[in-house]
């Protein structure tokens, strides 16, 4: 894992979406997997205004997003689809013949996880995955727990995530979906790279599990330790437990 640390949130966003921006313009038919979540929005932000500045074009690239609730509306406020309509698919120059979403209302919830699976074969892979991480490191939807789960697959939430997701249901944790769709452990491993961005001082603690902890499937991000090319941005809050070699006794 590459870590690079940033003096600010808005200094780690800018980065990341630079790395995401120059990635697509040297391949413009780029494969990217969106995460939503707060610790993106500033990323999508940059991209906008690097696509409405500086030129940089969506129009070849084509999107899958990471992961969505289940029984809402592709257009309920709180959909990831809605998500990434609003901070970053309206306002660039994406095909949307090239821009997935997994149906969180799909009659069969399992077909809907074996066609997500399909399509993104048939794209090819994925090239580049931007992730968040949960306070309990999951990434995507897939939770800390006895197993984790390879490909995309249903997902009962805990109530930490619930709650840590209320804010776009209103601010009510009830009113968040009890199960989601994610795509699996083995779909983001396969990525050909992958850009993970942390934030703030509550996700020192995952960030030093997952870049330093062993690996575990209570802490499922640990898992991007196996894989070849991930790209870490930090904000110094974030990157907090990293620096002493015994955080636990400092
Ligand atoms: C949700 C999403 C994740 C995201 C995580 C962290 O649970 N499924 O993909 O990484 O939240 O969100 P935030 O960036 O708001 O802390």
Do not use: W
């Amino acid at each position: 894992m590459r870590l690079q640390v940033f003096d600010s949130a808005t200094a780690t966003a800018k980065a990341a979406a630079d790395r995401v921006a120059a990635t697509l313009q040297a391949d413009p038919g780029l494969v990217i997997g969106l995460a939503s979540g707060r610790t993106p929005i500033p990323v999508y932000a940059e991209l906008r205004r690097l696509h409405a500045e500086n030129g940089v074009s969506f129009s070849r690239a084509v999107t899958f997003s990471l992961d969505e609730f289940a029984g809402i509306d592709a257009d309920h406020p709180g959909s990831f689809h809605s998500f990434l309509q609003q901070h970053l698919l309206a306002a660039v120059d994406l095909d949307p013949t090239r821009v997935h979403f997994l149906n969180g209302q799909a009659a069969d919830l399992d077909a809907e996880c074996d066609r997500y699976e399909r399509i993104i074969a048939d794209a090819g892979g994925i090239d580049l995955l931007v992730l968040g991480i949960g306070v309990n490191g999951h990434i995507g939807f897939n939770e800390p727990g006895e197993t984790l789960a390879a490909r995309t697959h249903r997902v009962v939430l805990h109530d930490a995530t619930r709650d840590d997701n209320a804010a776009r249901f209103g601010g009510n944790p009830a009113a968040v979906p009890r199960e989601a769709l994610s795509m699996g452990m083995g779909t983001i491993l396969k990525a050909s790279a992958i850009v993970l961005i942390a934030t703030g001082a509550h996700k020192a603690a995952c960030i030093e599990q997952a870049v330093r902890g062993p690996l575990t499937t209570r802490l499922p991000a640990s898992f991007l330790q196996t894989h070849r090319h991930v790209d870490v941005y930090l904000d110094r809050d974030a990157a907090s437990r990293l620096s002493s070699p015994n955080p636990e006794r400092g």
